[in-house]
């Protein structure tokens, strides 16, 4: 099965390296291209694909608002959108995830990491980085940062005491296996309980229930153990 990829960066010589890297592996094709945000969506619209590798930083539409667009249309569900940064630079990965991002890729990465980021992101994985994305997320949250969210600390009343556990432990960054062997449960056991977090919380995937936790005040910045 062949996971079809869109480019959408304002910089002709970087999709150019990238439609050459893609095209390389032979489950991997690169269907379309984009300069702005705007041409994205329309481009997805006419041609969904698997995985979208979003600049987050172009003139006009942004990758945010694009990425925000995306998720919110029902027919491109299945779309995975994958923030390409630069992490010291980029303040607004955060919103990024809050707009639906399936996670983030620096632009240093290097080949191997792209290909893999891609396939990560095909298989329906929330997070390519899980550790690095929380990093991230203390940083934007500590200091200045936006206090606990009352809606999200309302959502967490829903849950039951192991579905709180399960959802600290996403938050620390750790994969379905290793939260198994934590709590002590079967993989099958978390992915059940996953299921019942990304439903209970109305949130489309790992990332974003990496953000609930923070914004709920489960997490605090700095504490995440």
Known sequence: MTTTVLLVDDQALLRSAFRVLVDSEPDMAVVGEAADGDA????????PCDVVLMDIRMPGTDGIAATRAI?????????RVVILTTFEQDDYV?????AGACGFLGKSAGPDELLTAIRVAAAGEA???????????????AGDGPGPSPEAAAGLASLTAREREVLLEVARGRSNDEIALR????PLT???HMNRLLAKLAAR??????MTAYESG???????G
């Open 94 to 98: 955060v919103e990024a995830l809050r």
């Open 205 to 210: 995937d790992r990332a974003q229930l990496v």
């Open 71 to 79: 998720t919110a249309d029902p027919a491109l569900t299945g779309v």
């Open 190 to 192: 978390v992915k059940t």
């Open 183 to 186: 709590l002590h449960v079967s």
């Open 127 to 141: 997070l390519l980085s899980p550790a690095a994305t929380r990093g991230l997320i203390e940083r934007f949250l």
């Open 218 to 224: 489960l997490v605090r910045p700095g504490r995440a």
């Open 40 to 47: 994205a969506v329309r481009a997805l619209r006419e041609r």
